[in-house]
């Protein structure tokens, strides 16, 4: 059964790759300091592996 995952945005996507801004926008995240619960799925960890440097993740 998949839990929840809290994942903040901590930095800006400003000159960022593409692919790393969609996987962001994707998990939902609009503005650094955002935070949003997503599921612990493995679509959700991929994009979270990927843009990993961005965000911090917590649970």
Do not use: F
């Given at each position: ?13 400003n ?7 969609a ?7 609009r ?13 959700n ?5 990927k843009?990993?440097y961005?965000l911090?993740?917590?649970g």
């Open positions: 059964m998949a839990g929840n995952i809290k994942v903040t945005l901590i930095k800006s996507l000159g960022r790759i593409a692919n790393h801004k996987c962001v926008k994707g998990l939902g995240l503005r650094i300091g955002h935070t949003v619960e997503v599921l612990d799925t493995p679509e960890r991929g994009m979270i592996n843009a990993y961005l911090r993740v917590e």
